[in-house]
Every structure is written in C-alpha cells, then in structure tokens.
C-alpha cells in the first residue's frame, strides 16, 4: 500500500472513530440523569411523625443505629446542646466506623476489629469486654437486655465472601454471650429487632429474618446483589438496597417482594451502591447512593417521587427531621433537602469527605468528617482534609460547634448525656444547658474541663 492510500484509510477510520465518539457523546448527553422535583401533595404525609418516642416504662435511650426502626437519626425525647464538658473517654483499639448504642446506663461499643465492649454511661469505666476473631462494620443493637452483633469474616474490613456470617446476643449487663446464629452469609447490616423477628442483609444476597427464640430463619429473600445496606421498617414491611442500585420493600411477616425501585444508571458504571441504609419518614422512603445522588420512594408504591444530587459518593444515610433530609458527600459538603420536593435549601462546605451518617438533636444537625475517605481509590473528586466532629443549625446550616476527634459517625445521647464517636476513641460528654446561647455568632469549639 503506497503512503498516500495509508493515509487516506488511516484519516476515514479517524472519521469513523470521532463520528461513533461523537454519537456516544450525544447518547449520553440526552440520556444522562436528570434531577426530578417532587411534589407535596403526591405520596406524602407532611402531618406523620418521624418518630415515636419509646414508651415512659422501657426507657431505650439510643437502642440501635438511627435511633428508631425507621432509622430517622433524630432523636426527640434529648435536648443536648453544646458547649460541652468531658467526663471521660475510652480508647477503642480500633476505628469506630458505626455509632455506639445506649440502654440502661450503658454505652455498648463495637469496633473493626472485632472488640465489643460496654462502657459505664456516668464514668467511663468498662464494665464487661469481648473479643471475637471476625470484624464488625454495625451498630450494635440493644433489645430486651441482649445486645446484638453481625461479624464479618478476617481480614478487616473486606474479608472473602463466600463464608458464613456469625450473629450473637450477649448479655448487656454482663457480657455472657447468650445467643448465636450462623445460619446465613456474613452480614455488615446493623440488626434490627421488630414484633421477635431479627432482621439484617447479607453478603449472600439475601435479607433474612430470624426468630429470636427459636434462632431459626423465618424467612430469606433473595435479592439482586449484595447488601451492605441496614432494614428499616415502617408499618409492616422492611426497606433495604443493595450493590446492585435496588431499593427493596419486603412483607415483614413472609418476605414477600412488595415493590423493588432502582437508582439511576450512569455510563459507563451502570448503578452503583446502595451502601447506606435508608430512611422512612413522611410516606417515604430517602437513600443516598454511591453514584451521588439521593432518592425519595414512595413507601407505599416504589416510584420515584424526586432524586437530587449531593456531590460525589453518598455513603451516609439520611438524618430526617422538620421535612428536611440530611446527607453529606466525599465531596465535603452537607447537603439539606426539602423533603417534600427535593429542592436544595441549603449546604454546608466542610474541610474534607463525608462518610457517617448525620445526627439531628434539638434542632442541630452533628456530622463527622473522615477527611481521607474516596481520596486514594474513588474515580470521583473526594476532598482531602482535617477530621473532625461538627455541629451545624439543621435550619440554616450555620456552623455551631466543632470538635477535633471524628471521623466516621458523629454522635448519640440518653437523657443526660452525649456520646460521641471519635476516630478510635469513645467520649463522654456533659452538655452545659446554662452557656448555651442561641443568639452567639461565633461556634463553640472543642471541650469545657467542666460546666
């Protein structure tokens, strides 16, 4: 072939080339996700409360992750709010990635690395410790005097899949293990306990329900991937998404599918996670996914009522309160949603990526910034920076208070005190109600050596 016939097959293929690229940019561009509003009226109960405080005879001040069943993250029976004092803190051993859980003047600790401990709510003296050889990435949860655990298999924090999970119940006074299940995959599901059934996702692909006297499996349905993701539940039926983008709602008593709903998908990824656990509130179901987006399910149908996006990765679920919707992003931001709508009412630039889920007490939304998460293996932007812990006005977004430990999740609280997760240390925290000023301009910061 002379040089002047090369090149001219060499510039048609070019043309070829850049006309295939040029359509698949402008498939892409018409058929990329689009940011959908909701409406008011359609699929929502402005009037539902999102919470039910726990009955006066069995006070359970903070008995699993997101508080309530329906894990809203808010807490309306605690009006903490800073400055706070420290009364004491406990070093872990490891990162805490899941909030402590509370009962009984108890403060009950899980880290990676598989240690499980309770801490003595007014002292900070451990009072009973157990060390298992599998990783935890829950919340324990407390219910009826056991407190609950899923454990992953070694090495930490992602060990093989393919191996059976392990669920055990100890005794929250004294630490005895009382029950055990390994009936399933492993499972990273912070538990959750309704009407004597133990609910959880599994590494399996399946969500499983458990009795708890019996420790047989009442029910599992198989879903679409994996699940890395927590149940809510919310009048009979349990909610949970998975790796493969699904969002899921489940009969409480048998299992059966009630709707299945998915997150947008993204050339050339297709859908991506639904790490975090999701939250229902107002006749609706909200998630953040890790493609950067959240989304609002209509409880009772499955359709998608809005979905906006928040940065980058969304790995927190959501905190709910006031008709708000609160999530952060590895982009550093807050983000806080009409939950109605989806319209954007406000958000918050902090110093690096956000990977715990938020905490709304007494009208301030806490967060905690891992600062180094999706910095070395996410394809997206992560912002790179100092951790921390921080407190902002949930209605405006105005910077309140701040705290130099933090990393993952921010914090919990019973009737007289604030609990909060630092990188791999547990600190016990007394609220100083007479300094608090609701008109100061500047935030608190850091820790008062006493009120």
Known sequence: MTRRRLVIVLAAVLVVLLGAAAAVGVWWWTSRPQAK????????????????PPPPQEPLPWPQFGYDDARTHFTPVH??????????????????????????????????????????????????????????????????????????????????????????????????EVWRFTGSGASESSLLAVGG???????????????????????????????????????????IGTNGGSMYALNAHTGAVRWQSHSYSHFPRGREYFYA??????????????????YAYGAK?????????????????????????YVGSYDGKVYAFDAATGRLRWTYEASGSIHGAPTVMAGLVYFSVCGTCGTRTGVRYAKKGRPGTFALDARTGKLVWTFWDGRYSPVVADEKRVYLMGRARVWGLEPCPKLWSP????PYRALLPHC
């Open 197 to 239: 059934l133990l609910y959880f996702g599994s590494w399996d692909h399946k969500v499983y329900a458990v009795d708890i006297r019996t420790r047989k499996v009442r029910w599992a349905t198989e879903t679409d991937a994996e699940i890395d993701s927590s149940p809510a539940y919310e009048g009979g039926t349990i909610y």
């Open 301 to 325: 149908t499955g359709h998608l009522l809005w979905a906006q996006q928040a940065g980058t990765y969304v790995y927190t679920a959501p905190a709910v309160w006031n008709q708000t919707v």
């Open 439 to 442: 008109t100061r301009t500047r």
């Open 37 to 52: 509003l909701g409406s008011s009226t359609i699929e929502f109960v402005p009037t539902q409360p999102t919470v039910k």
């Open 79 to 176: 009006e903490h709010r800073p400055p706070f004092a420290r009364l004491w803190s406990v070093l872990a051993g490891a990162y805490v990635e899941f909030p402590a859980s509370v009962a009984g003047g108890r403060v009950f600790v899980a880290q990676e690395e598989g240690r499980l401990f309770a801490v003595d709510a007014e002292t900070g003296k451990i009072l009973w410790n157990r060390q298992y050889s599998n990783c935890s990435a829950s919340s324990p949860l407390v219910h009826d005097g056991v407190v609950y655990m899923a454990f992953l298999p070694r090495p930490c924090p992602h060990g093989p899949r393919g191996l059976p999970g392990l669920v055990v119940g100890v005794d929250a006074k004294t630490g005895k």
């Open 277 to 294: 656990t999701p939250t229902v509130a107002y006749g609706r179901v909200f998630a953040g996914n890790t493609d950067g987006w959240v």
